[in-house]
């Protein structure tokens, strides 16, 4: 199953070597609820292997957009059942912070466009 979902970086773990062979890495994002901010959610996710490096460019308060699969497994220990789920990313692209909807124009003044170079013909 293919997922995305877009919200704030606030929490980004250090790689975790698990064993000789698999590392992973989490982080979380805060998505914010148009309604109410104190309903907001704070989703966990993880990154394996070679996708681990996904988060370094990345800063605490970015905006992101992330893809990820859900991943669920069976674990028996000591004649007793348990599952688990792991949000599993495999993509994260930063996304540019857009103004909301009542937010003002931005106000530009005629000396805030440069003036016409010596190749530029336009007739406007």
């Given at each position: ?18 064993s000789a062979s698999f590392k992973k890495r989490e982080f979380v994002i805060e998505v914010v609820n148009e309604r109410n901010s104190d309903w907001n959610d ?83």
């Open positions: 199953m293919n997922f995305e979902i877009s919200g704030n970086l606030i929490v980004k773990d250090d790689t975790v070597e698990i704070f989703i966990k996710f993880q990154l394996t292997q070679d996708k681990c490096n996904l988060l370094d460019p990345l800063q605490l308060g970015d905006k992101i957009k992330v893809n990820f699969n859900i991943r669920g497994r069976k674990w028996e220990k000591d004649g007793r059942v348990n599952y688990f789920s792991n949000l599993e990313a495999w993509r994260i692209e930063k996304e540019e912070a857009v103004l909301p909807p009542d937010a003002p124009a931005p106000n530009f003044s005629e000396a805030d466009i440069p003036p016409a170079g010596p190749d530029e013909d336009l007739p406007f």
